[in-house]
């Protein structure tokens, strides 16, 4: 008979010691004031088990944190999980809170997702440690979660690398703020693939000859698999096309900003002046007004807040990264690849199609998009009628990020063939993440082996 409280806490040997001993001990009904001394004994025992199985098996938890106690993550299916609420605040100028998980036993190559269940404040970070190699951990900005007071989920799968023997997981506060965290979770899982291969078809700048000469092409892509033809996420620089649309003729106008909005297409942000986030701000002052900047601007011309954003030159880094996380669900660089899955929302990859790229090149990478269940982000800039006219204007140097229509043609051709489903925004993209839809990103499954 173990003592109530007490049961969940024993090992499974003193549990087995404890029925084959204690039970039919206690059952022979002895006197009443030795069972209180038995009882007496029984509490100490369990005061004794509890306090060494603890002791053992001790999170990593500063001490002025609300921690839980964690069992060890033993078989390949077992879930680490928790009832509790973990609470942290940081003040403006202390030092980040942070709760971090026990160590648990992995080996290369496996694939495991994190889940949990958050309110904070502000931004926060997770974060996986690895063991038994120098290895750097994985940092994942993780956005607050809004005033509604409502619980938000947040998940993040990722692999095993090279080296790595064991792992632990932090929720961490990263500056002044609030974090509350319920039923953090880790379990392993088959692989961190999409359930199908996925093409955005994406515009950076917001150039008026995209509008113009590439959108008429991809709106007309009908078919069988693709009724109302295919649909772009257009980048745009909001002080060229929203706030002083006069000086700045070549990009979109806040009227082609609208319909495009109306047709169908994901309006992002590409920051309020395209100035390099990494080197061209001055201060934290002037990386705000980039980037929430932007973001109200889109409010103000009553346009659905956008949900990412392309850096522009592909530059960020950590602090870009964080204070994006403050507004957006996602941000895409230049580095080339395709995203999977378990790929860092804040640093998506792209593949460029420029003056010399060949349709050849692009029906590549699809393929293989589709081949691994990929998700292949298009970048595009402006696009001219011919390739000879795409040049810089005032001069006759060639514009090296131009394409010509005939390419975007033979895109269209090529996508509107794909099976349903297979080209979608950005927006909707990052819709079906957060709305948990399930019809792109993989609900996770444990595995026994």
């Not at 998009?369 to 390739?387: C, D, F, R």
Request: one cysteine or more; hydrophobic letters at 35%; glycine letters at 8%.
């Amino acid at each position: 008979m173990i003592t109530p409280g007490c049961e969940a806490r024993l090992p499974l040997p003193m549990r087995l010691l404890d029925s084959l001993f204690w039970e039919p001990f206690v059952n022979i009904r002895l006197a009443s004031d030795f069972r209180a001394i038995s009882a007496k004994l029984a509490l100490r025992l369990c005061a004794i088990i509890v306090l060494g199985w603890t002791s053992a098996h001790a999170s990593t938890c500063p001490l002025n944190q609300d921690c839980f106690s964690k069992a060890q993550l033993e078989g390949a299916s077992e879930k680490l999980s928790t009832e509790s609420v973990s609470r942290q605040t940081v003040n403006a100028g202390a030092k980040a809170a942070m709760w971090l998980s026990p160590k648990i036993r992995v080996r290369e190559g496996q694939y495991f997702r994190f889940e949990n269940l958050y309110k904070s404040d502000a931004v926060s970070e997770l974060q996986v440690h690895f063991g038994g190699a120098e290895l750097p951990p994985i940092k994942v900005l993780v956005p607050p979660s809004g005033n509604s007071g409502d619980w938000q989920g947040f998940s993040y799968t990722f692999s095993i690398p090279s080296g790595a023997n064991e792992l632990s997981v932090g929720h961490v506060l990263t500056g002044p703020g609030e974090l509350l965290t319920e039923r953090p979770s880790i379990r392993r899982i088959l692989g961190p693939e999409f359930t199908r291969g996925i093409v955005s078809i994406t515009f950076d700048d917001g150039w008026k000859s995209a509008f113009r000469n590439a959108i008429p092409i991809l709106e007309a892509a009908v078919s069988d698999t693709h009724p109302n033809g295919l649909r772009t996420t257009q980048y745009i620089i909001t002080k060229g096309s929203l706030l002083q649309p006069e000086k700045y003729r070549r990009y979109l106008t806040p009227k082609d900003v609208l319909l495009l909005h109306k047709n169908g297409h994901d309006i992002a942000s590409h920051t309020r002046s395209h100035a390099d986030l990494v080197h061209g701000i001055g201060d934290e002052e002037g990386l705000e007004a980039e980037i929430s900047g932007s973001y109200e601007d889109f409010l103000r011309y009553q346009l659905p807040a956008p949900l990412s954003i392309a850096y522009p030159y592909g530059r960020h880094d950590d602090e870009v990264m964080r204070a994006v996380a403050s507004r957006y669900f996602a941000g895409r660089g230049v580095k080339r690849g395709l995203n999977f899955a378990d790929s860092n929302p804040y640093s998506l990859r792209t593949q460029l199609i420029q003056r010399h790229t060949t349709i050849g090149e692009i029906i590549d990478w699809i393929d293989e998009a589709l081949a691994n269940k990929a998700w292949l982000i298009l970048s595009l800039h402006s696009v001219e009628p011919t390739i000879a006219e795409c040049v810089h204007p005032g001069s006759n140097e060639a514009d090296e990020e131009c394409t010509d229509a005939a390419t975007v043609k033979a895109l269209a051709d090529y996508l509107k063939n794909t099976p349903t489903g297979t080209v979608m925004t950005v927006r909707d993209m990052l819709n079906d993440k957060l709305e948990g839809k399930g019809e792109v990103w993989p609900l996770t499954q444990s595995t026994s082996n």
